[in-house]
């Protein structure tokens, strides 16, 4: 069985840092044509690009707010006018701020909601269009166990992702007539900005997991390439919990 994403059309949205910069190197040199998304990120994400086009040209890199529909479009039509189409949109841009909620500012919810959930709904409604006239394509959002089971200190977060999980089943009713996927991942628990000076989530996470969490990153990744690809057809509105945590 091969597994090819060769010339596919993948956009991802965060992927300056973090799961989103390893997904994009992951294409990348799967060979796919890659567009790299950042909005703060500059120097992590222009460097990005010049190791990618290394060994693989095409490769764009759009800064863009995926909050803001102007800079969605902007995403959109960079995407089109380079490369024809939109096979895969992967919404992976996200953020913590966390605190307990008789602390937690309404400035703290409203990014985190903004970001986490407003950001997939903009993208998806966006790249959806050329999907429905392709009649055919995927969407994949990057969710969280935390949306399925809560997490103390961060309703905003766990609301945002569980949102995500919900827009996830929802969209897949309405775009699989166009032969459209939504999928979401819930990934295991991988060091990123958001997590890497938290040793507590860390032991828990450990303490609750079957396997060891040395390989999450990659089984993600491996994960993903293979959703992308023609050989992950027919499957559309399920959550993936990628991860051995049972919750």
Not at 39 to 51: I, V
Not at 73 to 101: Q, S
Not at 136 to 165: E, F, M, T
Request: overall charge positive.
């Amino acid at each position: 069985m091969i597994v090819s994403v060769v010339d596919k059309v993948v956009v991802i949205t965060g992927s300056s840092k973090g799961i989103g910069r390893a997904l994009a190197t992951a294409f990348a040199k799967e060979r796919a044509k890659v567009i790299i998304n950042y909005l703060n990120s500059e120097d992590s994400a222009k460097q990005l690009y010049n190791e990618i086009i290394a060994y693989n040209s095409n490769c764009l890199l759009v800064k863009s707010d995926v909050t803001q529909q102007r800079d969605v479009n902007k995403l959109y039509n960079d995407t089109i006018n380079t490369f024809g189409k939109v096979d895969v949109l992967i919404n992976n841009a996200g953020i913590c701020n966390d605190n307990p909620i008789q602390l937690m500012t309404e400035e703290q919810w409203t990014k985190v909601i903004n970001v986490n959930l407003l950001g997939p709904y903009l993208c998806s409604r966006t790249f959806s269009k050329t999907m429905i006239q392709q009649k055919s394509g995927k969407i994949i959002n990057i969710a969280s166990l935390k949306g399925q089971d809560g997490c103390a200190g961060q309703v905003n977060y766990s609301a945002s992702k569980s949102g995500l999980i919900g827009f996830t089943k929802a969209l897949a009713k309405e775009l699989g007539k166009f032969n459209i996927s939504v999928n979401a991942v819930c990934p295991g628990f991988i060091v990123t900005d958001l997590n890497r000076h938290n040793e507590d989530k860390k032991k828990i996470a450990e303490s609750k997991s079957l396997l060891s969490l040395d390989t999450a990153l990659n089984d993600l990744l491996s994960f993903l390439v293979y959703m992308t690809s023609d050989m992950f057809m027919g499957i559309s509105g399920r959550i993936f919990n990628v991860d051995s945590r049972i919750l």
